[in-house]
């Protein structure tokens, strides 16, 4: 089997049949997966899938807080545009370009640091890393962790039921995993530790940067605009944890082809340009798979990209020292051609029509 087909831990599901066919499990199943790997009375290598939604439930208190003591319809665009812009933006520059694919180099670990913590820390990177190397090597095919011809509740689920890391991998093919987390900086296990723990993050970094991350935040709130503001923008970073498990089935056309010709121009795969993900957390994700290791993703002019405003100002102040942007190549490669070919069948319709037209006037 290959490194890839085993670096996640397949569900009690699996994630094809003796066909080779993609499995879909039933509503039950994904339950019963998602129960037992957030179970960690049962094993303690579970935590890692267990904090997520852990993460979650320690927000609750604070979306009760702002929605029946300080709610403030002047607090909801701030609410909203720190969900979707700013935290979707973070999520895009840090866990998607930076710790997954490298797709531009800090100058040194304070300025990695500081692109780790601008937001309410959520999402612990393992669980997104790993899984998105074999989401990119598997896009919509069987062992593909959030595929989307599974279903929304496969995707919803995804976190927990299919992108924690195999917990029996030999010492080999362990090293081989903590190469993807490597330059992130995150606390990492030995293999012993690994084998103890099941996972590539250390607890004890994750838990100390996790609550550390949250008193900074919650007293800097508190300090611009007390508990209100705080509380409301710990609810807007708790939507957006919640409802980024379904961007990979939206983004994935809901598990059918929905390309737009002219917009969409990588065809392998089920990956979408959509406006909302696109605008306001620049995540083009057609453009992106067609480039993942592009620190750019908004490769036509009007495609607004935040994160590439942010790595490239950061590369002019100092903190970024390299980045790829494939751009360039996306034009020559894909967009040119393609509007010479809609200009020629535009000629082609043209020269049609007025044939057409000579043979109605009986010319």
Same mark, same amino acid.
């Given at each position: ?33 998602f129960f ?14 267990f ?17 029946? &003591? ?16 700013? +935290? ?9 370009r ?5 797709s ?30 074999? &989401? ?20 919803f ?5 299919h992108?924690?890391?195999?917990k ?6 362990? +090293?081989?995993?903590?190469?993807? +987390? ?16 099941g996972?590539?993050?250390?607890p ?5 940067l ?12 508190f ?7 705080a ?6 970073? +708790? ?6 498990r379904?961007?990979?089935y ?17 065809k ?16 083009w ?9 592009s ?7 009007w ?61």
């Open positions: 089997m290959a490194f890839i087909d085993n670096v996640l831990q397949a569900p009690a599901y699996g994630w094809k049949n003796e066909n080779n066919e993609l499995v879909i499990p039933s509503r039950k199943e994904l339950f019963r997966e037992s790997r957030t179970n960690i009375f049962r094993s303690k290598k579970n935590w890692i899938s904090i997520g939604w852990f993460m979650i439930l320690c927000m609750l208190p604070f979306c009760y807080f702002f929605l029946v &003591h300080y709610f403030s319809w002047k607090l909801l665009p701030v609410l909203f545009v720190y969900m979707m812009v700013i +935290m979707g933006t973070h999520g895009t520059i840090w866990l998607h930076y710790c997954t694919h490298r531009f180099t800090f100058r040194n670990g304070f300025w990695r640091f500081i692109t780790q913590n601008l937001v309410i820390k959520t999402v612990p990177e393992e669980l997104y890393v790993v899984s998105h190397h074999v &989401h990119h090597a598997k896009s919509d095919q069987p062992g593909d962790p959030y595929n989307a011809r599974a279903g929304f509740l496969y995707c689920l995804a976190e927990v039921n992108q924690g890391i195999n029996e991998m030999n010492e080999k093919d362990y +090293m081989r995993t903590v190469h993807f +987390m490597k330059h992130t900086g995150v606390g990492i296990n030995s293999y012993k530790k690994y084998r103890k723990w996972s590539i993050a250390s004890t970094y994750t838990i100390a996790w609550l550390a991350n949250w008193i900074f935040w919650y007293g800097l709130f300090l611009i605009g007390g508990h209100a503001l509380c409301a923008l710990f609810t807007g970073a +708790m939507f957006w944890y919640a409802f980024v379904i961007f990979n939206t983004g994935h056309g809901k598990g059918e082809d929905k390309h737009v010709e002219g917009l969409d121009f990588d392998s795969n089920l990956s979408i340009n959509q406006w909302r993900p696109g605008f306001f957390a620049g995540e994700h057609n453009n992106h798979h067609l480039y993942p290791a620190a750019r993703a908004g490769f036509l002019r495609q607004l990209d935040l994160p590439w405003i942010y790595i490239y100002t950061l590369y002019k102040l100092g903190g970024v020292t390299a980045f790829h942007d494939s751009k360039k190549d996306f034009i020559k490669k894909y967009f040119e051609p393609s509007r010479n070919t809609a200009a020629s069948n535009n000629e082609v319709a043209v020269m049609e029509m007025h044939n057409t037209n000579k043979v109605h006037q009986g010319i």
